[in-house]
């Protein structure tokens, strides 16, 4: 099985500023790499798919990088309702694999 | 846009077989558009993909799943669904639906199962 590793766990930032949060894969997925943003007590929510094409709907600041193992999911200008954890997932091979998440909080 | 809404029991006893439902609207199961998936999360932990099932029926599981898992189609009702024997303790968490197609696109709002007697 594929092994996604997500980093940081948790992260804290000021409303307007940029985030970063890196998945790694344990081989190369090509870019079979979706992000997810999961609010408290909801499903989650298809931000990015194919590592780097943006779901309808979502904002803008939402952006997505990488192929083969490394991966970037970075939010640029953090706003009040960001407040949620991010998952990585991929879909190159079965079973389909999460990361462990990254909780991003508002300072 | 299409829509998923999970049921079935909220409390299943350990040992016992946990039935689910997920109804579908706005497309068909067997238009072969996605793959239908099923998701769970324990409280407070992360996402665990279950399985899937094809417009045709074929099946896909976890293999840390597949000994306990069935997952099948309903074309009647527009629904799949999911089996799952031998329940435990660990088996306690949200279960989701969603549609599969390389990316989980549309998810149900998910349904807590606890495994208690």
């Known amino acids: 099985d594929i092994q996604m590793t997500q980093s940081p766990s948790s992260l804290s930032a000021f409303v307007g500023e940029r985030v970063t949060i890196t998945c790694r894969a344990s081989?190369?997925?090509?870019?079979?790499l979706n992000w997810y943003q999961q609010k408290p007590g909801k499903a989650p929510n298809l931000l990015i798919y194919?590592?780097?094409s943006l779901q309808s709907g979502v904002p803008s600041r939402f952006s997505g990088s990488g192929s083969g193992t490394d991966f970037t999911l970075t939010i640029s200008g953090l706003q009040p309702e960001d407040l949620a954890t991010y998952y990585c997932?991929?879909?190159?091979?079965?079973?389909?694999?999460f990361g462990g998440g990254t909780k991003v909080e508002i300072k | 846009q299409v829509q998923l809404q999970e049921s079935g029991p909220g409390l299943v006893k350990p040992s016992q077989t946990l039935s689910l439902s997920c109804n579908v609207s706005?497309?068909?199961?067997?238009?072969?558009?996605?793959?239908w998936s099923w998701i769970r999360q324990p409280a407070g932990k992360g996402l665990e993909w279950i399985g899937r099932?094809?417009?045709?029926?074929?099946?896909r599981y976890n293999p840390s799943l597949k000994s306990r898992v069935t997952i099948s189609l309903n074309p009647s009702k527009n629904e799949f669904s999911l089996t799952m024997t031998s329940l435990t303790a660990a088996d306690t968490a949200v279960y989701y639906c969603?549609?599969?197609?390389?990316?989980?696109?549309?998810w149900g709002q998910g349904t807590l199962v606890t495994v208690s007697s």
């Open positions: 969603a549609s599969d197609g390389w990316e989980l696109e549309y």
């Open positions: 706005g497309d068909s199961i067997t238009s072969g558009t996605y793959y």
């Open positions: 099932v094809y417009a045709s029926g074929n099946t």
């Open positions: 081989q190369k997925i090509a870019t079979y």
């Open positions: 194919g590592a780097s």
């Open positions: 997932q991929q879909s190159y091979d079965s079973p389909p694999s």
